[in-house]
């Protein structure tokens, strides 16, 4: 918004009167005369002086030198207070100053010793706009109109400031509905009408932090400080942002500082509550985990989720303290879904990504777990423990791509040899296909297959060597040259039974239906 510049014009200086330079002292009438005479002559030095400070006051204004122009102008004032073209040009100064409450006390004052000072007019408007009251700009523009109806600036302004108005309505209805972004568009238009409006900066900065966008607040909040450092509304937005930034102790003192400034400042009463609240939560929710509580832990934490919603770190935080607590109580799915949330609110939270990652190993979720080490990994390249995970992570999901002998078997990784021996057992004369003889075709393809994977499965697991090497990782088919697709399962089935003493294992058909379906029984050697 471009200033006008202070007023150059100045009025013509009342002449000596020719009479009282030819008067005398003797007569009384003459006397009286010249005392008229000599007051006209102060008046009219006061006057001319004052019009000499006017235009030194032009000078240095134009240099941009607004603090000594100011000097200047004042001078003139003091020594004649009823030219309203000096107080416009105080005005003038005083915006290019960011004094505007000041400017629009000299801009009213200029318009009231001259109605028909458009300038003066301008300048009330320009410092009610420079303060983010578009309201009074509009009516003190109208108003000016009717003084001048076809002044082109007087028009132009008008539109500026109508537009501004738009912009500043539209903007609180939106902040009260929460859509920031939209705020954010209409406080930049605004800005773009009124740059010098320090309300309309702060209420960008204020929903920058809403944003998240806390260094670019910041940097708008200390340009409006630099000018005026005890601007209760900068120093609450920069309270704010340390707050998102879960800096607690000098958003504290921010809070404070705002609050012995303007007792009455209802957003930062309302946010140094929230701010003591949430801190006394979480600490409370870590004693309860530490000692063990963890339903109590888990109650308070989701408590604390919804103090405000808008601290994207601290709730980044709670998320994931409350995973951990989930893991406790073993609701791995909840522990993934608190981080998944944890990281929606802050991506480069390490501490989300190393927990989530072990809920996804934990409930074999593989490539789920290799992705966030991965994710890791980037972030701290240098980091070995991360190295490690990710290695460890991707032998697992390598491992989880191959057969599953466990669990083909039904046991456990820790298994011992006789635990391993009852679970073939058990499984291979459950899926023996002579037992499914009289199925169907479908059924009896299914149970071979089975039968030939359990027997594969014991044929490693019960071998320490390759049991170990299976562990590891390696692949069956890198297993001693070769894999075990071509082992006959029957062989491997006589060899188990055969080996159990006696005369070994035989199979005869009974027919009928005693034992097993078909009509068959095992007999084992004595």
């Excluded at 008046?43 to 001319?48: A, N, P, V």
């Excluded at 599953?404 to 046991?411: F, Q």
């Amino acid at each position: 918004m471009h200033l006008g510049m202070a007023d150059k014009n100045c009025e013509a200086l009342p002449k000596r009167s020719k009479t009282t330079e030819n008067c005398t002292n003797d007569s009384p009438v003459e006397s009286m005369e010249t005392d008229i005479s000599d007051s006209e002559l102060k008046s009219s030095e006061l006057i001319l002086m004052a019009e000499r400070k006017k235009l030194e006051g032009n000078i240095e204004y134009a240099k941009g030198n607004y603090s000594d122009a100011l000097k200047l102008y004042t001078e003139a004032i003091e020594h004649n207070d009823s030219t309203a073209s000096y107080y416009g040009n105080r005005a003038a100064t005083l915006l290019m100053l960011h004094r505007y409450q000041e400017a629009l006390a000299d801009a009213r004052n200029s318009t009231s010793l001259d109605p028909d000072f458009i300038k003066g007019y301008i300048r009330e408007a320009k410092a009610n706009l420079a303060m983010g009251d578009a309201f009074h700009a509009v009516l003190v523009l109208e108003k000016s109109l009717q003084v001048n109806s076809s002044n082109a600036t007087i028009q132009a302004e008008l539109q500026i400031a109508r537009t501004v108005q738009r912009f500043a309505d539209e903007a609180e209805k939106d902040y009260h509905k929460g859509d920031y972004r939209r705020v954010l568009f209409c406080m930049d238009r605004a800005l773009h009408y009124a740059p010098a409006c320090t309300r309309f900066k702060l209420a960008k900065a204020e929903v920058l932090a809403l944003l998240g966008r806390y260094q670019e607040s910041q940097e708008l909040a200390n340009s409006v400080i630099c000018f005026d450092q005890m601007n209760a509304d900068a120093i609450y937005v920069r309270g704010l942002c340390l707050y998102y930034q879960d800096n607690t102790a000098k958003a504290f003192s921010h809070f404070q500082q705002v609050l012995r400034l303007a007792p009455d400042h209802r957003k930062a009463k309302e946010t140094y509550k929230k701010a003591k609240l949430i801190m006394q939560q979480k600490e409370k929710g870590n004693g309860c985990f530490k000692s063990g509580d963890y339903r109590k832990a888990y109650e308070i934490y989701t408590a604390a989720l919804t103090t405000d919603e808008n601290n994207n770190s601290t709730n980044s935080k709670l998320h994931c303290n409350r995973a951990a607590v989930s893991v406790k109580l073993n609701k791995m799915e909840e522990a993934i879904v608190d981080c998944t949330k944890a990281l929606e609110l802050d991506d480069k939270y390490e501490k989300a990504y190393l927990r989530r990652a072990k809920c996804y190993t934990d409930t074999q979720q593989y490539e789920d777990a290799v992705r966030d080490y991965e994710k890791l990994t980037k972030m701290e390249n240098k980091n070995q423990q991360y190295k490690r995970l990710l290695q460890e992570a991707k032998l697992e999901l390598k491992k989880s791509k191959r057969k599953d002998y466990y669990k083909l078997l039904g046991i456990s990784k820790n298994a011992g040899d006789e635990d391993i021996k009852k679970a073939y057992k058990k499984l291979a004369l459950i899926h023996h296909p002579d037992r499914h003889s009289n199925t169907t075709a479908e059924e009896k393809k299914e149970h071979e297959k089975k039968f030939k994977e359990v027997g594969e499965a014991y044929a490693v697991l019960s071998d320490k060597q390759k049991r170990a090497r299976y562990d590891s990782g390696q692949d069956v088919d890198d297993m001693d040259g070769g894999g075990y697709a071509d082992i006959d399962p029957d062989t491997i089935f006589q060899t188990f039974f055969g080996g159990q003493g006696g005369q070994g294992f035989s199979f005869q058909n009974m027919g009928g239906g005693h034992g097993f379906p078909g009509g068959f029984q095992f007999q084992f050697g004595v």
